[in-house]
């Protein structure tokens, strides 16, 4: 059996392409020391799988910036608005296009999530001009180097499938009218390789997803057989992860590539489907140690699987796999020092994740009963923690009742009871946070660090509050907000907070370029210490007559943007946040806070790929949040807020959440959204973004009304709001005051009218 990882993290362990890259940029490095860390970094991670034991090491999933911008670069599908100044050097270029050339005004290619991950990638653009004329990859050089050095090296590629669903272009015809000649650039460059190589890997999640038409479906043989036969014997290891094969399950098997890899993390049960339908000599690649979250694999779960399928193919005809890029998971538990025992002892970054792939390799073809009674004591003892398992929090959650899910009135009978509010019509509020200015930041890391009081943290932000508070008033906002300056992120201050969650010093994740985040961890049953939020609320209530909204983040976000555990369904995990976000919202009302908001900015990226686990997803998910906010009268208004605005597919989900008032980033889809609700018919009330928060432009009185009276042709006046698309957090007081008094003028005006 042979064993390999489908891609390492490019970052770094202590995070150096993003300082090389930051100080590239600012001019501080040269271009020559910038590759020379990039070169480091390269062969460092070579060197690790070298070390577990790795049959391969990977190449090509190392990039700059991002790894579908290589292979536009490699297919030359450069927007014309680059090609006009492409600068001294190929990394202008490259650069310009990941970030935008300010020089000149020309905006950077646009970027969205990969699939259902928190990586970003930068959106391909196809128009009508070409041809393109078809430039490098790195992945060339890189196997050249990696195979000098004695490696035995495994090109990876973006697949021309999943490049091309990616892509954005006007019509569907357009996009895929391009295979063809898409499908020789990556046939020449296939020729070039093999000479180096037993395999490249060939990405395609997208045949794991739904985003595939049937005019692409359909050319999908012939193009795999053009990419097979352009040299002497196929080479190609056709990668598919992020879910089960479902629908392309056929395309996939058939594809005429030596090897087939498979995610049996998130598609466990596809491998019975597969052993009886794959092509004799083809090879199976089982992607069975996770590459999305970071703990160590359950052995015990996953050798029958591996045994069925050596019985089955033959020991030479199995890989054993990452079941995607480790790019998704942090680089080396090694780095961090401060974890209690019993949870480090649970966890495996990219490094310990290839060592396992070894010990896998041991298990099953030296039958070595040790090593896998080592894991099994390992994970058995740190999962029945005391500090992991506890018995309240399982029986809590066991015993909660359908009645809790349902607020006490049906929405019509709850606005009734909202009148006490007094709020005007199109009431004008905020979505939570204001500006962070340096001052706040500053209190915050003092604190943190020991350089301040408790008693003076306290005052400090007591001190912004009362600022907050008061331009809220002199701008004559109608609902006010706190203005979260304890927050340094929606997620992490609850997480800091709550039983069950914990703290990496160095488990980074690209998210971006050089943008990483560390997400909290949830190790074990989570449950509310104390109140979280309850006296910087009532603080600011203190301040003025205006209703102040409690500010919450929803159990959904919470869980999309950490770490879960591993040994408990994410529903539960989700189902134990929603209790102890109730909690906070019931005290947030008994001391008489009289509107509440919970957040869920992730609800929508949290789902699943296909139809079929997307709607499971939205079930317990909706569940969740209502479980979180039902527990109030019906006097007490609950919003939440979203930040997304293609949602018309799940707005009866949406509205299935039941909350009274929600706000949704809308703007920047110049309103389109609100078609949605023209086809819906929604009860509760609603508040469009009227203007885009990501922008430093400040939006005119005039431009705002002119949304407000597009809105009110799709939302009667009763039911709509005035709010910004998302919090403030990002912006500058200069920015934020006057576009937030252009919109109450806006709100008056057509009052007014
Ligand atoms: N209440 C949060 C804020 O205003 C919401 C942020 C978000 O939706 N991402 O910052
Ligand atoms: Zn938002």
């Given at each position: 059996m042979?064993?390999?990882?489908?891609?390492f993290p490019?970052?770094g362990?202590k995070?150096?392409?993003?300082?090389?890259?930051?100080?590239?940029?600012?001019g501080?490095?040269?271009?020559q020391?910038?590759?020379?860390?990039?070169?480091?970094?390269?062969?460092?991670?070579?060197?690790?799988q070298e070390s577990?034991?790795?049959d391969y090491?990977?190449?090509?999933?190392?990039?700059?910036?991002?790894?579908?911008?290589?292979?536009?670069?490699?297919l030359g599908?450069?927007?014309p608005?680059?090609?006009?100044y492409?600068?001294?050097?190929?990394?202008?270029?490259?650069?310009n296009?990941?970030?935008g050339?300010?020089?000149?005004?020309?905006?950077?290619?646009?970027?969205?999530k990969?699939?259902?991950?928190n990586?970003?990638?930068?959106?391909?653009?196809i128009?009508?001009?070409?041809?393109?004329v078809?430039?490098?990859?790195?992945?060339?050089?890189?196997?050249?180097?990696?195979?000098k050095l004695?490696y035995?090296?495994k090109?990876?590629?973006?697949?021309?499938?999943t490049?091309?669903?990616?892509?954005?272009?006007q019509?569907?015809?357009?996009?895929?009218?391009?295979?063809?000649?898409?499908?020789?650039?990556?046939?020449?460059?296939?020729?070039?390789?093999?000479?180096?190589?037993?395999?490249i890997?060939?990405?395609?999640?997208?045949?794991?997803?739904d985003?595939?038409?049937e005019?692409?479906?359909?050319?999908?043989?012939s193009?795999?057989?053009a990419?097979?036969?352009?040299y002497?014997?196929s080479?190609?290891?056709?990668?598919?992860?992020?879910?089960?094969?479902g629908?392309?399950?056929?395309?996939?098997?058939?594809?005429?590539?030596?090897?087939?890899?498979v995610?049996l993390?998130?598609?466990k049960?596809?491998?019975e489907?597969?052993?009886?339908?794959l092509?004799?000599e083809?090879?199976?690649?089982?992607?069975?140690?996770?590459?999305r979250?970071?703990w160590k694999t359950?052995?015990?779960?996953?050798?029958?699987?591996?045994?069925?399928a050596?019985a089955?193919?033959?020991s030479?005809r199995v890989?054993?796999?990452?079941?995607?890029?480790l790019?998704h998971?942090?680089?080396?538990?090694?780095?961090?020092?401060?974890?209690p025992?019993?949870?480090?002892?649970?966890?495996?970054?990219?490094?310990?994740?290839?060592?396992?792939?070894?010990?896998?390799?041991k298990?099953?073809?030296q039958?070595?009963?040790?090593?896998?009674?080592?894991?099994v004591a390992?994970l058995?003892n740190?999962?029945a923690?005391?500090?992991?398992?506890?018995?309240?929090?399982?029986?809590?959650s066991?015993?909660?009742?359908?009645?809790?899910?349902?607020r006490?009135?049906?929405?019509p009978q709850?606005?009734?009871?909202?009148?006490?509010?007094?709020l005007?019509?199109?009431?004008t509020?905020?979505?939570?946070s204001?500006?962070q200015?340096?001052?706040?930041?500053?209190?915050?890391?003092?604190?943190?660090?020991?350089?301040?009081s408790?008693?003076?943290?306290?005052?400090?932000?007591?001190?912004?509050?009362?600022?907050?508070?008061?331009?809220?008033?002199?701008?004559?906002?109608?609902?006010?907000?706190?203005?979260e300056?304890?927050?340094?992120?929606m997620?992490?201050?609850f997480g800091?907070?709550?039983?069950g969650?914990?703290?990496?010093?160095?488990g980074?994740?690209?998210s971006?370029?050089?943008?990483?985040?560390?997400?909290?961890?949830?190790?074990?049953d989570?449950?509310?210490k104390?109140?979280?939020?309850v006296?910087?609320?009532?603080y600011?209530?203190?301040l003025?007559?205006?209703?102040?909204?409690?500010?919450?983040?929803?159990p959904?976000?919470?869980?999309?943007?950490?770490?879960?555990?591993?040994?408990?369904?994410r529903?539960?995990?989700?189902?134990q946040?929603a209790?102890?976000i109730?909690?906070?919202?019931?005290?947030?009302?008994?001391?008489?806070?009289?509107?509440?908001?919970i957040?869920?900015?992730?609800?929508?990226e949290?789902?699943?790929?296909t139809?079929?686990?997307?709607e499971?997803?939205?079930?317990?998910?909706?569940?969740a949040?209502?479980?979180?906010?039902?527990?109030?009268?019906d006097?007490?208004?609950i919003?939440t807020?979203?930040c997304?605005s293609?949602?018309n597919?799940?707005l009866p989900w949406?509205?299935?959440m039941d909350?009274?008032?929600?706000?949704?980033e809308?703007?920047?889809?110049?309103?389109?959204?609100?078609d949605a609700?023209?086809?819906?018919?929604?009860q509760g009330?609603?508040?469009?973004?009227?203007?885009?928060?990501?922008?430093?432009r400040?939006?005119?009185?005039?431009?705002?009304?002119e949304?407000?009276r597009?809105?009110?042709?799709?939302?009667p006046?009763?039911?709509l709001w005035?709010?910004?698309?998302c919090?403030?957090k990002t912006?500058?007081?200069e920015?934020?005051y006057?576009?937030?008094e252009?919109?109450?003028?806006?709100a008056?005006r057509?009052?007014?009218?």
């Open positions: 042979q064993t390999h990882i489908l891609g490019r970052i362990k995070r150096e392409l993003k300082q090389a890259l930051e100080s590239f940029w600012k501080t490095l040269s271009t020391a910038f590759i020379a860390t990039s070169m480091e970094l390269k062969k460092r991670h070579w060197e690790i577990a034991g790795l090491v990977t190449t090509g999933d190392f990039s700059l910036y991002d790894q579908m911008l290589d292979t536009t670069l490699m599908a450069v927007p608005r680059f090609s006009k492409s600068g001294d050097s190929p990394l202008d270029l490259y650069f296009m990941a970030r050339d300010a020089k000149h005004n020309i905006p950077a290619l646009e970027m969205t990969w699939f259902d991950t990586y970003h990638y930068l959106v391909p653009e128009d009508a001009n070409g041809p393109w078809a430039g490098i990859h790195p992945v060339v050089a890189d196997t050249r180097l990696a195979r004695g035995s090296p090109p990876v590629l973006i697949g021309p499938f490049w091309l669903a990616l892509a954005k272009a019509g569907s015809s357009l996009k895929w009218s391009r295979l063809d000649a898409i499908v020789s650039a990556y046939a020449s460059l296939l020729g070039t390789l093999s000479a180096h190589c037993d395999y890997q060939i990405d395609e999640p997208v045949l794991c997803t985003l595939l038409p005019e692409a479906r359909k050319h999908f043989h193009a795999y057989a990419l097979n036969a352009d002497g014997k080479r190609l290891l056709l990668a598919t992860y992020f879910g089960p094969l629908r392309n399950l056929e395309l996939a098997v058939n594809s005429g590539c030596a090897a087939l890899h995610d993390v998130r598609g049960r596809q491998l489907a597969i052993l009886p339908l092509p004799a083809t090879a199976l690649s089982l992607g069975v140690v996770d590459g979250n970071i359950d052995f015990s779960k996953i050798v029958p699987g591996i045994n069925q050596v089955a193919l033959g030479e890989l054993l796999a990452s079941s995607c890029s790019l998971c942090p680089v080396d538990t090694a780095e961090e020092s401060a974890l025992d019993h949870i480090k002892k649970r966890m495996a970054f990219a490094v310990q994740k290839c060592f396992e792939l070894t010990s896998l390799r298990i099953v073809e039958n070595d009963p040790s090593v896998l009674a080592e894991n390992v058995r740190s999962v923690h005391p500090h992991t398992s506890i018995a309240a929090v399982r029986e809590r066991s015993s909660v009742t359908p009645a809790m899910f349902t006490l009135s049906p929405y709850r606005r009734e009871k909202q009148h006490w509010l007094n005007p019509e199109l009431p509020t905020t979505i939570g204001f500006p200015t340096a001052s706040i930041r500053k209190t915050r890391l003092d604190y943190k660090q020991g350089d301040m408790e008693a003076n943290y306290i005052a400090a932000i007591r001190h912004e509050i009362r600022d907050c508070i008061e331009k809220q008033e002199a701008l004559g906002l109608d609902v006010f907000v706190h203005g300056a304890e927050r340094n992120d997620v992490e201050y800091q907070q709550l039983g969650f914990c703290f990496t010093q160095n980074w994740v690209q971006y370029g050089s943008r990483c985040v560390k997400p909290p961890v949830i190790y074990g989570v449950y509310r104390a109140p979280m939020t006296d910087w609320i009532l600011a209530q203190s003025t007559v205006k209703p102040v909204k409690g500010m919450l983040t929803g959904v976000t919470i869980l999309c943007w950490s770490f879960v555990r591993d040994d408990m369904a529903s539960e995990v989700c189902k946040i209790l102890a109730r909690d906070e919202v019931q005290d947030l009302e008994k001391a008489g806070v009289r509107i509440i908001q957040d869920e900015a992730a609800l929508r949290g789902m699943p790929l139809a079929q686990e997307a499971i997803y939205l079930k317990w998910a909706v569940d949040f209502r479980l979180s906010s039902s527990g109030v009268k006097s007490t208004q919003h807020h979203m997304y293609e949602f597919a799940i949406i509205a299935r909350a009274d008032v929600i706000s949704i809308s703007s920047r889809s110049g309103m389109e959204l609100l609700f023209t086809d819906f018919r929604y009330a609603v508040g469009p973004g009227v203007y885009d928060i990501h922008s430093p400040i939006s005119s009185v005039e431009e705002m009304t949304l407000l597009r809105a009110l042709r799709h939302i006046k009763e039911q005035v709010n910004p698309d919090g403030l912006r500058q007081w920015e934020a006057p576009t937030l252009n919109m109450v003028s806006a008056k057509l009052r007014g009218e």
